[in-house]
């Protein structure tokens, strides 16, 4: 989902006879992304179509971040944090929809690193 956009959900719910429950219509606005990130510029070959999918990214602006871009270059996610010297690398997505990241000074030893396992929301868990 794009930031600053609103959407519209309506929840389907389809019952083991075939009855269907349908929810009305729920708007929502997603929220801003932090400004200090950059803007994504996308070039695609000429003749070719890109995959389907999100990239995640560090991105580096002002202070790593990490990210998600879908293959437009709108980023659609970004985890901030506070800038201590760290940089988050590696980041890997778990299987629950939660990133596990690992914050380190330039070397990653396992001794000047802080793992965090990270929500959707920003919320360390």
Known sequence: MKANT????????????????I???????TGALDPSLPTIAITTS???????????????AGSAK???????GNVIWSYNFVPDGT???????????????NFSVGVVDGLNSVVQ?????????
Do not use: C
Not at 117 to 125: A, C, F, K, N, S
């Open 6 to 21: 609103p959407y519209h959900m309506r929840a389907v719910v389809q019952l083991s006879d075939g009855t269907q429950l």
């Open 23 to 29: 929810d009305v219509d729920h708007v929502f606005t």
């Open 46 to 60: 000429p003749g070719k179509t890109p995959q389907n999918g999100l990239e995640l990214l560090a991105l580096s």
């Open 87 to 101: 940089v988050p690398n590696p980041i890997k997505l778990l299987s629950n929809g939660h990133f596990l990241i």
């Open 66 to 72: 990490p990210a998600i871009a879908d293959l437009n």
């Open 117 to 125: 396992e990270v929500d959707l929301t920003g919320t360390v868990i």
